[in-house]
Every structure is written in C-alpha cells, then in structure tokens.
C-alpha cells in the first residue's frame, strides 16, 4: 500500500477475543470509519482476535498484521512487581508452541476469576460467576468484566473504583496468576515468525532514564526487537525518552493506543485520548525484514 507518512495507524488493540467490547469486524469496521492505514489485533495471551478478523475478512484498503499481548514474569534484571507485557507481531498463528503456551495462560486466566469472586463473597460483596459469564459476553473473562458488574450492583461508582478498591494488586480480592517467563515468551514470539516488543514501557516501575537503559540491554541480550514507544499513557517526555532509546539499542519503534471499547470509553481507536498520532512509516519498518 502507498501510504504517506502522515496516514495513521493502531497496533495494539483488544477486542471480544479478551477483554475488550468491540468484536475483530467491529474493530476493522471502526479502523474503517476513522480511515486508519494499518492496525495490529493484540489480545491479551489469545491469537483468537488476529484469527477472527482474518476469517472476516481485511479489506485492500487496510494492512493488517497479526499479534497478541502475553503476561509475563518480569525478567531477573528488573526489580519491579506485576505482569511485564510482550507484544507479539507477524506471527504465524498456527505455531503449535505459541499456541499451547497460550492455551496454559487462557486456563489460568479462566481459574483466577473463580478465586476473585469468592474473595469478594467473603468481604460482602455478593456477585456470582454467571453475571460475570452475562457481562462478558463471547469474550475471555477477566477482571474488568468483575469490574463491571461491581459497578452495575451499585457496590462502586466507577471501573476505577473497583480496581483501586477491591481488584488491584493492593486490594482485598486481588489474586495473583501465573505468567510465562519473559525469556520464553519472547523465544515463542521469535520461533512462531514474529517480532516482540516491550508495551507500554511507561507503565513500568522505572525511575530514570538510566534504569530504562539497563532493562532495553537485558531485553534486546534475550531477543527482543522493537519497543512500544507510542501509547495512549506515555507523556510526551517519557516518548521522546523511548524514541531517543529505541535507537540507541537498535531496536524497531511501534506504537498504539491500547484500545478496549466501552471499558475504556476514554481511549479512541488510531488516537487515544486525542493526541496520540502514530506514523505509517512505523509499519513499513516494523514488517521490513532485517537488513532491508
């Protein structure tokens, strides 16, 4: 496709397939109406969403490339807590590997919602699986669905409220799950055909730019190739720092706005919050073999 540099695109968007409320043809169907050039489906440890939309069908005048979202355990040389999100771009989506790994992310994922609830039970908040299974609909089952239901019986006032509350790490039914080490997860992506990156980076729990650096060495040493420089999150100090480091290590920039529908209404597909301008030329250069 002959694009100019100034044509927009999204490569990190949820649908249905995991925790987002827009199906893969609505999201393609969306990416339609606001004339984006190219977009990435990157559900959460599912190629479920990549799949869909494939099956529906790409109109010509869209790229697409395939991805998915997968937890990991943050890497030894990172002294931060919580999930550490690798992005998975061009894969093969018929990786028998990648696709038995996801499988065992889906199960625990599917295990822990149980535990939360019955967590929630015990503090007084009295919701069941079956509203959760309701609210979430075709999609795979995770705290925001809880989320929602909390705030539908009046228990908190907002999405927000929930997690800082009652689900967050911090919070009474929070409860912890398993995550496939960084390492392998960036090997997956690699042996299935695909490019990984760091998302979000700003997320993180690093502090300076120095901190940043060390992590980006430790992580291009295992394999990764690109950085998720973009983000609807990021401040417009902390992009030009990943901008600035993304080329220091050589690694391939991308970015996207982490859209999950009605979640999330604050975050528009292609644009974030308003202000979030991500270029053609960076999927030109993300698919572009190496050497070329």
Do not use: W
Not at 171 to 183: L, M, S, T
Not at 227 to 245: G, K
């Amino acid at each position: 496709m002959d694009c100019s540099t100034h044509a927009e695109i999204d490569l990190h968007i949820h649908t249905t397939a995991s925790d987002g409320t827009l199906t893969p043809a609505e999201v393609v169907s969306q990416a339609l109406e606001l004339n984006l050039k190219a977009i990435a489906i990157t559900d959460h440890d599912t190629l479920a969403g990549s799949k869909e939309a494939l099956q529906a069908g790409i109109p010509p005048s869209l790229d697409f490339i395939t991805g998915v979202e997968i937890s990991a355990a943050p890497p030894s040389f990172y002294a931060g807590a919580g999930s550490f999100h690798i992005l998975g771009y061009s894969i093969r989506l018929d990786d028998p590997a990648l696709n038995q790994a996801l499988e065992k992310l889906q199960l625990a994922r599917k295990n822990r919602n149980p535990a939360i609830i019955s967590l929630l039970n015990d503090i007084g908040l009295a919701i069941t699986l079956d509203e959760v299974r309701r609210e979430a609909g075709e999609g795979q089952l995770g705290r925001p669905h809880i989320a929602k239901v909390l705030v539908k019986k009046g228990f908190v006032e907002s999405m927000n409220e929930a997690f800082d509350r009652y689900l967050g790490t911090q919070g009474p039914a929070y409860v912890d799950k398993y995550r496939i080490e960084c390492r392998e997860a960036i090997k997956l992506i690699l042996n299935a055909g695909g490019i990984p990156a760091l998302a979000h980076p700003g997320l993180l729990e690093c502090n300076t730019r120095d901190q940043y650096d060390e992590l980006l060495t430790g992580l291009k040493e295992i394999g990764l190739l690109a950085v998720e420089v973009y983000y609807s999150e990021h401040t417009p100090e902390q992009t030009r720092l990943f901008a600035e480091l993304a080329r220091r290590h050589e690694l391939k920039r991308t970015g996207g706005t982490d859209f999950h529908g009605s979640i999330h209404p604050e975050i528009t597909i292609g644009s974030g919050r308003g202000d979030l301008f991500v270029s053609y030329d960076l999927y030109e250069k993300l698919i572009c073999p190496p050497g070329e």
